[in-house]
């Protein structure tokens, strides 16, 4: 073999290894788009809410790789929709190993103080995966939710932004989503009880609270109320369809569950690590 046939021979064999690793490369990028990240191939990209509601979203669940938008029905709403958004952190959490990042707001409407530790925890959120962020503006917090989706490091970003805002807009709201898409990882925005903010959303929610069944205790007068529950309306849905539901809460199994109205008299039997905790009441939310 000739010095100039070698060269040619080592040239083909140089290109024929660029082109398999684009093809390995481009099987890579794929996977992550598919998945978020190749850890994550195969798992399904929506989020369940349970039988009844995933049937109205166009994924058949809660899009991961998108921008959601919660409003409370009214401010009496506003801890029923603080509620509701950890419950959905809870459910994305489930399919991750990574943290959840939630950008705090204390200012009007979110006057109703800090996250409380033991508070989210007997809701089921384990404060060891939760990074709280206070950014001290509104365009800041939308700044810090778009970089924390680009770090590909969170199960999930919620961020607390006044929907009357000049902050939110549809350019701000657009990045968001072109963020989540690009890592599939779901973004929600916290708006208060502001309605027709400005914003790309996806699908948008307002929540409200609702009568739960009473679990009994010793004292059958207690009459303490069981797991959480919400009237939530999809007043938005891109490719869906809006709808309306009373769903239900389940803490110790981390299911969110489409129930009927509360009866008048009915009760729940009181379940064993409820009995034995006492009537203690922790709380999501700690204005002291």
């Known amino acids: 073999m000739t010095l100039g046939q070698a060269e040619t021979r080592t040239n083909h064999e140089q290109k024929e290894r660029k082109t398999v690793d684009k093809r390995a490369l481009i099987a890579d990028l794929k996977e992550r788009i598919a998945g978020g990240e190749p850890g994550n191939a195969g798992l399904p990209g929506a989020i369940s809410l349970g039988t009844g509601i995933d049937e109205a979203l166009p994924d058949g669940g809660l899009r991961k790789g998108a921008l959601h938008e919660i409003a409370a029905s009214a401010y009496r709403d506003m801890g029923a929709a603080t509620g509701f958004l950890a419950a959905l952190a809870v459910c994305a959490m489930k399919d991750s190993s990574r943290p959840v990042l939630w950008c705090e707001a204390w200012r009007p409407p979110f006057d109703m103080g800090r996250l409380h530790g033991p508070g989210i925890a007997a809701f089921g ?164």
Not at 171 to 177: C, E, F, G, N, Y
Request: hydrophobic share 40%.
């Open 125 to 288: 959120l384990d404060p060891a995966r939760l990074l709280l962020a206070a950014p001290p503006g509104d365009s800041d917090c939308l700044w810090v939710m778009e970089e924390a989706l680009r770090s590909r490091a969170f199960a999930f970003v919620a961020g607390e932004v006044d929907g009357r805002s000049s902050a939110l807009s549809l350019a701000a709201t657009r990045r968001l989503q072109l963020a989540a898409e690009e890592t599939q990882t779901p973004v929600l925005l916290f708006t208060g009880h502001a309605k027709g903010s400005a914003s790309v959303a996806v699908t948008r929610w307002h929540v409200a609270g609702a009568e739960s069944r009473n679990i009994l205790y010793a004292d059958e007068m207690e009459r303490l109320p069981g797991c959480p529950r919400w009237d939530i309306s999809l007043a938005r849905c891109r490719g869906g369809q809006p709808g309306r539901w009373r769903v239900e809460w389940n803490a110790q199994e981390r299911v969110l569950s489409r129930v009927s109205p509360v009866k008048e008299g009915e009760t729940k039997p009181a379940p064993a690590k409820a009995r034995a905790a006492g009537d203690d009441i922790v709380f999501l939310r700690q204005t002291a």
